[in-house]
């Protein structure tokens, strides 16, 4: 196979080209999201937002922001692959301090285990981070798993996860 050489005017018009070509694809993507930004079936012509009139339009005013719900929650709880431990890890909605205890209590109708730690203010929210209990500590079958965060200003209980020991 014998390559060919071109004339530098041919590679300099094939960059020209391919820039071209890059220009005309933003703005066909960007014809592409203002198109997605409409209602359904309008054009973006037809889109129902008001016409910008120079003066504030006070029915759109925001309204104050809600307060968020204060809840513990579960994020992951089960036993791990190795078949080691049985780990769980949570946070607490709505509640930003530090000083709180998170509390996962797993129970089943003859035993309950416990692991606790400190919590952490976050950013949005207060981490209760990951435990991690050894296997040996549970028995084969269905358990549930229940997040209490304690604090002097909150007591708030997850919703119970169920969980399976192999």
Do not use: H
Not at 38 to 56: D, K, L, V
Not at 58 to 75: D, G, H, L, M, R
């Amino acid at each position: 196979m014998k390559l060919q050489t071109l004339p530098r005017s041919q590679g300099m018009m094939r960059r020209v080209t391919s820039g071209l070509a890059v220009a005309v694809a933003f703005s066909l993507v960007g014809f592409g999201l203002t198109a997605c930004a409409t209602s359904e079936g309008e054009s973006p012509a037809q889109s129902s937002a008001p016409a910008s009139s120079g003066t504030p339009d006070k029915s759109n005013t925001a309204s104050p922001a809600a307060v968020p719900t204060q809840e513990a929650v579960i994020v992951v709880a089960g036993a791990d692959v190795d078949g080691l431990n049985v780990s769980a890890s949570g946070y607490v909605a709505g509640v930003v301090e530090n000083g709180g205890k998170c509390s996962f209590v797993f129970t089943r109708p003859d035993k309950r285990v416990e692991s606790s730690r400190d919590a952490v203010a976050n950013v949005v929210d207060t981490a209760c981070g990951f435990v991690q209990i050894p296997i040996d500590q549970f028995s084969k079958g269905a358990w549930q798993v229940v997040l209490t965060y304690t604090s002097s200003d909150f007591t708030l209980t997850s919703t119970p996860t169920d969980l399976e020991i192999p």
